[in-house]
DNA sequence: TCTATTAAGGATATGAAATATCCCTATTCT
DNA sequence: AGAATAGGGATATTTCATATCCTTAATAGA
């Protein structure tokens, strides 16, 4: 069970937007140069995130992406689920209804506890994604990255920014 | 990013290998029977949990499974890792490196950001199946199947328990 | 108005992983 | 001796992630 790579693009690609100046739009093109990834799938991915609502676009030359919303009121969930999915990691497939002891034309009565605890588990883990902003993970960043590769990183997206 | 089916499957089987009588075994088949699933696969499954050491095997007629400790001493997370793998739901292919201002030769200090904070969810997530035992899940059940179809499922495995 | 550039999305190809079955071997019980 | 079992290798099938290509509509700038 491993998450989709187009995660890991698209909050990479979250953190290059939230330090574009307000109104500013970064194309597909861009992003994909920078961040060394096939242009065309990585296109998929940021339209999941257009689907989902989390940013803007616009057409044409100087056309591209932009955050929705400040980076303060993006989380992680929201991004990995844009583009996983939301639903559960754990499928029940009711199994005990095949319990050749069951009597028939006997219905179960909630959820069964395989799956509610499994469900729980899946809960924290989004509980952990949902408690994590977009801000939070940008000031990580600044924190970790050398301060020169930043201003050039910045120089260099601002330049393709239309 | 969906588990396994036999995440599932391993689960149901050592709830039932948890009622087992002291050194008694039971069949792969009788699993698969009990569950309606296919036999030839199921043994995959339960193969993983001997591998991993969660399950006794024994050969020949009357031969079959049997859980290695008491099932208060038995995890979710056990049965889980032990189907699924230990590795980590995110992987990071560590995308920062393409970033076309990184000076030449310039090595990363530590994990990306964007990886430990994924890996601090995983981590939730885990630490929740960890909490779980599987004596937890088999009350869980008591209250939730009626006490006839609890008591005639018992007899059920009894019958085929060598 | 014309041209270049863009996002959106459909169609299709490729690769890897989950699912499933089959068969052979060694072991163990009756 | 014979039947039933776990273990495990080989292989087929299906599903999904990955990836590319192409068409369309919108937009900016010359």
Known sequence: MILKS??????????????????????????????????????????????????????????????????????????????????RTFVCNNIRENNPCRPQGYCESGPCPVARIMWEADEAWREKLRAVRLSDLTEALALDIPADLWKSSFEWVLERAG
């Open 6 to 87: 187009q995660v890991e693009w698209a909050l990479h690609c979250c953190a290059i937007l939230a330090g574009l100046p307000e109104g500013r739009y970064l194309s597909t093109k861009a992003l994909a140069e920078f961040h060394g990834l096939p242009k065309e799938y990585l296109s998929k991915a940021l339209q999941s995130l257009s689907q989902a609502g989390l940013v803007d676009t616009t057409l044409g030359p100087s056309g591209g992406y932009r955050l929705a919303r400040p980076p303060a009121e993006l989380t992680f969930l929201d991004i990995v689920e844009a583009v996983e999915g939301k639903a």
